[in-house]
């Protein structure tokens, strides 16, 4: 009990000054953490740290590890750091604050599932939100917990929905913005209406609901075709950007359910496939760029946000980028959600034609009902949600992808509220010509042109992380994790941590030591296709293990 | 499918000699390997290796992790290294082939274990054994498996006895001797006859059992009361060692069921909590000794037999130090298991009062049927199997120990063959004067005087590795593994791998460079019991991770 309250009163002298709104929108400000899900508002993933940098690497070594346990669903977590605690999520909603120095764990939170909880997919986390000293987590059953950052208890709890009614949960992490926290929601497989709702941050009470499909008399609603609004997906389940300047919230929407039929919802399918603007205040919408009309691919636009302030023709522009789940990336403007432009991550993509300048897709292949069409790249996507990291040193985009393609068979289904409605079946293969493989690639962000590019054998399914040194880390499945060259893609540092990379490493400082720690577990419901083109990924170990580096003494 | 050949072709060429038993007799002379469970046929657990020593091991740091996934029951083998393959086993029969240098996996084999497996105790694994090309494994279901070492295809496959019959199974690992594999049982806990079994190592052809309990007829038969010597338990749950100079077994023997209740077992209890020589080629005994007779505190004596030749009072002596569960360490003469010495491990300690220079038990303290009585240590030993380890250049014996006691009430339990029968039920409390902890020693392997003891907050559970470096390493129950000064027991380094200690470091060299590796994964039925005593240590995370170590470049 002795050792308990030692450890407690560490875990607060550690973490001892709040996190406020003013912290969290000045975030790079603080180089030595990572506050939120992104490390800034504007997910960049980048890290002005540069005491690990390219002339000193080969001195990066492990110097603390912290095994979860928690092998089910793969470690998917963004270690948050803040002020030398670490905190993560696992699956199963499990929560631990982790002395970020050495690896000592401080305290745990396990949340005390439902009896005979239904998870749609799996049990996995995507991370957490700070602010106000309290840790914010969705859950699988859709709460929404805060916890308190210096102890775990749980402050207070919050149902958004039965998840025996919606077929939805929580997977990603929540987004502190000012007073309120900020959260989406699962569901794009599911005969579910999609929504994004706001809580107060000290008492969860709920502050907004943003639907993702407009209901009757709204805008929009016209595009849904009879009662398809209600069930028509347009989930929400990855994590936002903010902006402070205009206080918008950017929200990437998944794909309309059914996924691959799409005769029983005719029509846009609005917000579906597109990327949202909101009032952070009020959740009113402010604009909204969809960039996929009516899709029948399930191709979600779901991934991150990207905030930019880039000259462009001769012009400073306020940009954002969004990675679509196709396979292309889309820049518009943020202040009117104006098109700017659009370009293919991927070389095996056959879906569309092309995109005009406009930003309308040219030459539409749709899968016809009933019959077996070929589509690259496959369901998993161009490239899957983990994220890209911008670098403004080097001005460029680090983002993975992933050459590959499927046959895909549209069915109609019968829709039951709540329950999976794919409208179709697939199954992954090689592209036609050349192999299936993964790569990282550095790219200009707005005209997509490649400096360098990385190529490994299988999918790169883990986050980028840009740092200051001038370097990009990732992580391959089974289980490297490496250092490339930011301005040329060259291999220069890896680790063999001895599970897949699967989660988003990140970067902090303590005492002014330079830390790197990645998330090390192999899992995800798209792991487990991955034999369906390797078959030896089937056997890829499992695990769950947080690595942290840092440079050994000269 | 080009890959996994080029996998097979190089664990064919890392591991292309084919390990004989002159290769097994000589260990010692292969510093670069770690061959057999205790590296060499004495049990040492010593290796010469000296390149990682107290003057540089400030540099030591991880060069690689493999994860294998199987955290249940913890991580609690001896990985076996021959000629850059480390072979592993994990939980649930699991083996692993990894390059030894990389961490890359290069086969894995799981067991295909039955349906509704009832598995008395937890699914963990203590270790492998190799030679003639092949790895042999007992299993969970009470087989023994010979693998390919090249390739992990099994090879053959030999029930042993049917585990709803006896109600034990093969956690230990196999000892290969000659053309032969031995291999123990557990069941000390069950109504069963313990034995152990010598199989030709090429076929799996049984070739001789000595049974622990003699049967009618046979010398020691009344030693035991009535039918009891049907069900006395007598397991053989560890790994034993060989003296090639006189082919002689060594191999510790456990408690006789029940275990805490010993009128309906009236004698002496041939052979529990002895150490049995054996004839390696027909399994014929040469000489027995019997640390406890007719014990009723479940002390087994089947921890690790050290064989050393060291002078005493003026001789020269051949002899054998076990370390029993009740926390007395025994040295007998090898040659013909005469009494020599006994020293206890532990400073609580009120089983007896004291053993008298003829090995006799002094003033024994036997708990009554009924009531409740303090005992010390606790029936998790005054050390558990983990392993102690001898080093030549010191001539002590490192082994760790634990101070804790507990209340016991024996009880009359049913004797049902194949099921549980503790015959008693037990709590685990610190002891009266100071608190409950854990210890790792320097001793004199005769006489027990103790040259040093580290003193840690939580039992060690891990095996000791000793190395020619003058180190001696291990970890704790909190994920802490670390290296102390052979000579004077100062921490000299230590990494947090996040996960408690609970099976045995090794060492070994590939292409001249030194690695340190330990399996990380706290579990077993033991750990599961520390709750008792210290809270928090239910929550202590498990893992099953191997980290392998090496001298960063200067």
Same mark, same amino acid.
């Given at each position: =009990?002795?050792?308990?309250?030692?450890?407690?009163?560490?875990?607060?002298?550690?973490?001892?000054?709040?996190?406020?709104?003013?912290?969290?929108?000045?975030?790079?400000?603080?180089?030595?953490?990572?506050?939120?899900?992104?490390?800034?508002? &504007?997910?960049?993933?980048?890290?002005?740290?540069?005491?690990?940098?390219?002339?000193?690497?080969?001195?990066?070594? *492990?110097?603390?590890?912290?095994?979860? +346990?928690?092998?089910?669903?793969?470690?998917?977590?963004?270690?948050?750091?803040?002020? +030398?605690? /670490?905190?993560?999520?696992?699956?199963?909603?499990?929560? !631990?604050?982790?002395?970020?120095?050495?690896? #000592?764990?401080?305290?745990?939170?396990? !949340?005390?599932?439902?009896?005979?909880?239904g998870v749609p997919f799996g049990?996995?986390?995507?991370?957490?939100?700070?602010?106000?000293?309290?840790?914010? =987590?969705?859950?699988?059953? &859709?709460?929404?917990?805060?916890?308190?950052?210096?102890?775990? #208890?749980?402050?207070?709890?919050?149902?958004?929905?039965?998840?025996?009614?919606c077929g939805c949960n929580?997977t990603?992490?929540?987004?502190?913005?000012?007073?309120?926290?900020?959260?989406?929601v699962t569901g794009g497989e599911m005969a579910h209406r999609g929504?994004?709702?706001?809580?107060?941050?000290?008492?969860?009470?709920?502050?907004?609901? $943003?639907?993702?499909i407009?209901? *009757?008399?709204?805008?929009?609603?016209?595009?849904w075709?009879?009662?398809s609004w209600k069930f028509g997906g347009a989930s929400?389940w =990855?994590?936002?950007?903010?902006? *402070?300047?205009?206080?918008?919230?950017?929200?990437?929407v998944g794909n309309p359910a059914a996924d691959f039929y799409g005769d029983d919802r005719k029509?846009?399918n609005?917000?579906t496939d597109?990327?949202?603007?909101?009032?952070?205040?009020?959740?009113?919408?402010?604009?909204?760029?969809?960039?996929i009309?009516h899709d029948v691919w399930d191709w979600d636009s779901a991934?991150?946000?990207?905030?930019? @302030?880039?000259?462009?023709?001769?012009?400073?522009?306020?940009?954002?980028?969004?990675?679509?789940k196709g396979?292309?990336?889309?820049?518009?403007? #943020?202040?009117?959600?104006?098109?700017?432009?659009?370009?293919?991550?991927?070389?095996?993509?056959?879906w569309?034609?092309?995109?005009?300048?406009?930003? #309308?897709?040219?030459?539409? &292949?749709e899968p016809a009902l009933g019959k077996s069409s070929f589509i690259c790249p496959s369901v998993g996507g161009?490239?899957s949600w &983990?994220?890209?990291?911008?670098?403004?040193?080097?001005?460029? $985009?680090?983002?993975?992808?992933?050459?590959w393609c499927q046959t895909v068979v549209p069915q109609k289904e019968e829709k039951v509220e709540g329950k999976q409605i794919m409208g179709g079946q697939f199954e992954f293969k090689?592209?036609?010509?050349?192999?299936? +493989?993964?790569?990282?690639?550095?790219?200009?962000?707005?005209?997509?042109?490649?400096?360098?590019?990385?190529?490994?054998?299988?999918?790169?399914?883990?986050?980028?992380?840009?740092?200051?040194?001038?370097?990009?880390?990732?992580? @391959?499945?089974?289980?490297?994790?490496?250092?490339?060259?930011?301005?040329?893609?060259?291999?220069?540092?890896?680790? /063999?941590?001895?599970?897949?990379?699967?989660?988003?490493?990140?970067?902090?400082?303590?005492?002014?030591?330079?830390?790197?720690?990645?998330?090390?577990?192999?899992?995800s419901a798209l792991a487990g296709l991955l034999?369906q083109?390797?078959?030896?990924?089937?056997?890829?170990?499992?695990?769950?293990?947080? $690595?942290?580096?840092?440079?050994?003494?000269?």
């Amino acid at each position: =009990m002795i050792r308990l309250l030692l450890l407690l009163s560490l875990a607060g002298a550690l973490g001892a000054q709040e996190i406020t709104s003013k912290r969290l929108i000045e975030a790079d400000r603080e180089p030595h953490n990572w506050l939120t899900y992104a490390r800034t508002y &504007n997910a960049w993933r980048y890290s002005p740290l540069d005491k690990i940098n390219r002339s000193n690497i080969q001195r990066l070594a *492990p110097v603390w590890s912290f095994q979860t +346990g928690d092998v089910e669903g793969g470690l998917q977590c963004t270690p948050l750091v803040a002020d +030398g605690v /670490m905190y993560i999520s696992t699956s199963w909603n499990r929560v !631990y604050a982790i002395d970020a120095a050495t690896g #000592r764990k401080l305290w745990h939170y396990i !949340y005390e599932k439902p009896k005979n909880l239904g998870v749609p997919f799996g049990p996995w986390n995507r991370g957490l939100a700070l602010g106000y000293g309290l840790v914010f =987590m969705g859950t699988l059953d &859709n709460h929404l917990v805060a916890l308190d950052a210096k102890t775990g #208890r749980e402050v207070w709890n919050v149902a958004i929905e039965d998840l025996a009614q919606c077929g939805c949960n929580i997977t990603g992490a929540p987004l502190v913005v000012k007073d309120k926290v900020i959260v989406g929601v699962t569901g794009g497989e599911m005969a579910h209406r999609g929504y994004i709702n706001a809580f107060d941050a000290k008492t969860g009470r709920h502050v907004w609901r $943003f639907w993702t499909i407009p209901g *009757p008399g709204e805008p929009g609603h016209e595009t849904w075709e009879g009662d398809s609004w209600k069930f028509g997906g347009a989930s929400t389940w =990855m994590t936002g950007s903010y902006d *402070p300047e205009s206080n918008l919230v950017f929200w990437g929407v998944g794909n309309p359910a059914a996924d691959f039929y799409g005769d029983d919802r005719k029509g846009a399918n609005l917000y579906t496939d597109s990327v949202v603007a909101l009032d952070a205040d009020t959740g009113k919408l402010k604009w909204y760029y969809q960039q996929i009309p009516h899709d029948v691919w399930d191709w979600d636009s779901a991934y991150e946000s990207v905030l930019l @302030d880039l000259e462009h023709k001769g012009q400073k522009r306020k940009l954002l980028l969004n990675v679509n789940k196709g396979g292309y990336v889309f820049v518009v403007d #943020r202040t009117d959600g104006k098109f700017v432009s659009a370009w293919p991550l991927v070389q095996n993509l056959n879906w569309i034609q092309g995109i005009d300048e406009q930003g #309308r897709l040219i030459g539409r &292949n749709e899968p016809a009902l009933g019959k077996s069409s070929f589509i690259c790249p496959s369901v998993g996507g161009g490239r899957s949600w &983990n994220h890209g990291a911008y670098s403004p040193k080097t001005g460029w $985009f680090y983002t993975t992808g992933i050459e590959w393609c499927q046959t895909v068979v549209p069915q109609k289904e019968e829709k039951v509220e709540g329950k999976q409605i794919m409208g179709g079946q697939f199954e992954f293969k090689p592209p036609p010509s050349g192999e299936a +493989g993964g790569h990282l690639g550095a790219y200009d962000p707005i005209t997509g042109k490649r400096h360098w590019i990385y190529r490994s054998k299988y999918p790169l399914l883990a986050s980028a992380l840009a740092t200051g040194g001038d370097l990009v880390f990732t992580g @391959d499945p089974e289980g490297e994790f490496f250092a490339l060259d930011a301005a040329t893609g060259k291999k220069l540092w890896s680790f /063999m941590t001895g599970s897949g990379h699967r989660g988003s490493p990140v970067t902090y400082a303590v005492n002014g030591r330079q830390y790197i720690a990645t998330p090390s577990g192999w899992g995800s419901a798209l792991a487990g296709l991955l034999p369906q083109i390797w078959p030896e990924a089937e056997y890829f170990p499992s695990g769950s293990v947080i $690595f942290a580096f840092a440079l050994s003494e000269p």
